[in-house]
């Protein structure tokens, strides 16, 4: 995302091709949402399913009341600090068709803030991911507003706002590799530590219940991000097209080396591995989408699928219950994204739009390695300290208590924080015995304890 300052001038002809394609990139971007819900909730075990699914659309929820009220004027209004806006533009006051955004004069201010809330929206949700199967969702639904006010609006606002640190530095970031992916894959880092491990763990083997739904969540997530890298053109041109190769060929990539690397282990081609490596492949092109070249994008996915893939026993060597390993793939995946941003970004590229730009190491700007590594490490290092303060004083009020107590964990949280489950209609199965004709009733919770290759789940 190129930065240009807001600006009240008289209304410009805008062309609806932008608008549409920004819009209909807004809609893109939302479908994301649910997909993050349905590939989480195929990872956990089919009593916390539904809860993960919920806190999706809760974080949706949550953070469009708080975009309006202030969260986009915090993040884009006119004349912010170094670090964070103002209250210009609170209640979107002020924010219409006859204004240019603070991003760019392709589209109206109105049309840009319903486009930034969708990805405000989805950064808290895919960082309480590493707190499933034993965070409560009412505290989790009051840390979304929180956090979303004072980690991602900074974040956000200093890197994208034409007056933030990192804008003014020089740092690339085109879609969302730091303010979406580094801080929420951070925060998750912090929100598992705080919460804890789940009870079980490292003893008891927590199978993903249903992959079916993870690849339906991968395919939600790879379908709707090329209007999370393509719309942040914010206009339908040849750089917009560039964004959408190179995203396409990324995931693609990842998903592909990911596989590979399991089937070096397993001798089985892994569908959850495969999916793993399409959403690490798309989040490490995420800042890059706009500044490389088409090729880039295979070296993207290869680098994301084999440094994420091995970032995943980053939990076991440190011994810290990230359920949905979202550190090693948004974090660490934003991380490499950043870091071969600096190397990659091409004039070329920059020129699609008319802009002159030294691009990265490609192009002997070598300074450019230097501006991603600073807002990449600001980002990790502020995102845990605040992300950690706001879990640990919330935790200590009460009634804000941010893990479920040894029962309702037992339960699920399905059934203890919702009160309605995902699957009614497999909460008892028969299993028979194929050498003898016994059958019995069991529950569907202990599938994965059947380990008689003579009997089978009906």
Known sequence: MSNTTNTTAPPVPYQSGDIAWTLTSTALVFIMIPGVGYFYSGMARSKNALSLIMLGMLSVGVVSFQWWLWGYSLTFGPSASHFIGNLDHAFLLNVG??????????????????????????????????????????????????????????????????????AKLGTLDFAGGTPVHISSGTAALAYCIIVGKRHGHGTDEFKPHNIANVVLGAALLWFGWFGFNGGSELAANTRAATACVVTNLAAAVGGLVWALMDFRLEKKISALGFCSGVVAGLVAITPASGYVEAYSGAIFGIAAGVICNLAVKLKHIFDFDDALDVFAVHAVGGLVGNILTGIFASRKVFALDSMDHPGGWIDGNWIQMGYQLANSGAAIAYTFVMTYIILFVMDKIPGLSLRVDLDSETKGLDESELGELAYYHVDRLVAVNTRTGETKTIKEETIHQQNDTNVSIV
């Open 97 to 166: 068709f006859e204004q240019q955004s603070s991003i760019t004069s392709t589209v109206p201010a109105l049309v840009y803030a319903i486009y930034q809330c969708m990805f405000a929206a989805i950064t808290p949700a895919l960082a309480i991911g590493s707190a499933a199967e034993r965070g409560r969702i009412a505290p989790a639904s009051i840390f979304i507003f929180v956090w979303s006010t004072i980690v991602y609006d900074v974040v956000a606002c200093w890197t994208w706002n034409i007056d933030g640190w990192a």
